[in-house]
Structures are given as structure tokens and as C-alpha cells.
Nanobody, 124 residues
Framework: QVQLVESGGGLVQAGGSLRLSCAAS????????MGWFRQVPGKEREFVAA????????SYADSVKGRFTISRDNAKNTMYLQMNSLKPEDTALYYC?????????????????WGQGTQVTVSS
């Protein structure tokens, strides 16, 4: 089992920044990918970004390219999402996810482990 705990959400004005963190513990994989997803009530969970734990390859949704940066700290077993130039449409519950393989899938069904989510609210 892998446990994931997100933190760093909050309320911010449009144009502002937040950094989300995802601390991972438990079983480790020799090759793993992790990602960030977000969801608003009544809508499907949406891919935001993903990173390969070994090597650091990344993938981003078009809606966040150039504004968000995904990264990881291997020593701390922690993944981050730096969010800049935030917009009201970025408001959502943000989830951290992990899967036991290196492919950077954008579909949430491909991920095996999930955190509890952290709320991000961007006011206009």
C-alpha cells in the first residue's frame, strides 16, 4: 500500500500563487509515476500534471502549461505542484495520485493510489 497526503491548498486571489505538496509513504516502487488531478462538484476528475519518479519526465494539461510546475524531492518522498498566475477556473479539490508504472497516463483510472484532496479556491 501507498499512503498519500496532500497539503498546501487555500484561498488566493486571481494572479496569485500556491504550492501543493504530496507526501508519500508505505510501499515503494522501483518505477512509479505520480500525478495531480482536480475535481469540481458535478464534473469528472481532471488531469493536471504528472511526473515520472525516476528521471523526472513530466506531462501537463494544456490548461495549466506555462503556469504550473510539477516536481519531486526523492529524498523527502514528496511531490509538489507550484501553481502561478492562478485563475478562478483553477478552483477545485486537488488530488495527488500514484501508480506502479512509469507511464504518465492522464486518465485517473490508471492510478492506483489517491490522497484525500486539498481545496484550492481562487477568487476573482
Amino acid at each position: 500500500q501507498v499512503q498519500l497526503v496532500e497539503s498546501g491548498g487555500g484561498l488566493v486571489q486571481a494572479g496569485g500563487s500556491l504550492r501543493l505538496s504530496c507526501a508519500a509513504s508505505g510501499r515503494t516502487f522501483s518505477s512509479v509515476a505520480m500525478g495531480w488531478f482536480r475535481q469540481v462538484p458535478g464534473k469528472e476528475r481532471e488531469f493536471v500534471a504528472a511526473i515520472k519518479w525516476s528521471g523526472g519526465s513530466t506531462s501537463y494539461a494544456d490548461s495549466v502549461k506555462g503556469r504550473f510546475t510539477i516536481s519531486r524531492d526523492n529524498a523527502k518522498n514528496t511531490m509538489y505542484l507550484q501553481m502561478n498566475s492562478l485563475k478562478p477556473e483553477d478552483t477545485a479539490l486537488y488530488y495527488c495520485a500514484a501508480r506502479g508504472g512509469p507511464v504518465l497516463f492522464t486518465s485517473p483510472e490508471k492510478y492506483d493510489y489517491w490522497g484525500q484532496g486539498t481545496q484550492v479556491t481562487v477568487s476573482s
